[in-house]
């Protein structure tokens, strides 16, 4: 069977001598393992479609009873380039891309996941808004079922709370306030962290870079 849809590049490893394997999500499939055969070679193709953060439109090859599929071939959509010239924006990017993994089962189609993650991607890419990565937290829990819409929040953060939940249409009237983004971001990492099993590979990642910033700063 052969499937066309689109996806993101959610996580990728080596596999074998020139094969690599990568987590897709998917319009169509939802979350899928593929192979893309042969891309290590030095005449390789699809190499740049196996790249964490690419958007591309995907032709899969599946057979009956296999839970990975083979991309075949495809068209590139976006690649965020964006994200990618500076360490900071990408470790940003793949922990969008770690969070909506950790938290979503394998071949459980969900257009909204899909959506959200290419809106998130391009907002956070284009820097529209501070409150990106907090409402994409936020929504990601309510579409894999642990909304946090109705939880108790103070007076002073309801009204930016239901802002959060409604996406970048909500964000307007918002503003630049680091210090609220960093109070709601705190407490949507704590709810996110409750339905993982260990903490985000990204996260830790992102933590040793502070570290080591902050030492080469009092050095």
């Known amino acids: 069977m052969t499937i066309v849809t689109a996806g993101v590049v959610l996580v990728r490893r080596r596999w074998r001598e020139t094969d690599r394997l990568a987590t897709l999500y998917t319009e169509r499939l939802g979350k899928v393992a593929a192979r893309f055969p042969g891309v290590d070679k030095p005449a390789g193709k699809l190499k740049a479609f196996s790249e964490p953060l690419v958007h591309a439109e995907f032709r899969l090859y599946g057979r009956v009873g296999r839970d990975m599929v083979t991309v075949t071939g495809g068209r590139l959509i976006d690649t965020h380039p964006g994200l990618r010239e500076d360490l900071d924006s990408t470790v940003r990017g793949l922990r969008m891309c770690e969070l909506l993994n950790r938290l979503t089962p394998e071949?459980?189609?969900?257009?909204?996941?899909?959506?959200?993650?290419?809106?998130?991607?391009?907002?956070?890419?284009?820097?529209?808004?501070?409150?990106?990565?907090?409402?994409?937290?936020?929504?990601?829990?309510?579409?894999?079922?642990?909304?946090?819409?109705?939880?108790?929040?103070?007076?002073?953060?309801?009204?930016?709370?239901?802002?959060?939940?409604?996406?970048?249409?909500?964000?307007?009237?918002?503003?630049?306030?680091?210090?609220?983004?960093?109070?709601?971001?705190?407490?949507?990492?704590?709810?996110?962290?409750?339905?993982?099993?260990?903490?985000?590979?990204?996260?830790?990642?992102?933590?040793?870079?502070?570290?080591?910033?902050?030492?080469?700063?009092?050095?």
């Open 107 to 219: 071949r459980s189609a969900n257009p909204e996941k899909y959506r959200l993650l290419v809106e998130a991607l391009t907002l956070l890419e284009h820097r529209v808004s501070p409150w990106t990565e907090v409402s994409f937290g936020l929504r990601l829990l309510e579409a894999a079922g642990f909304g946090l819409e109705l939880s108790p929040v103070a007076d002073e953060h309801r009204e930016t709370w239901e802002a959060l939940h409604k996406g970048p249409e909500g964000w307007a009237r918002l503003g630049d306030d680091p210090a609220r983004v960093g109070r709601l971001t705190d407490f949507v990492d704590r709810a996110l962290h409750v339905h993982l099993d260990a903490p985000l590979k990204t996260s830790l990642f992102g933590e040793s870079l502070a570290r080591a910033s902050a030492q080469r700063v009092h050095a």
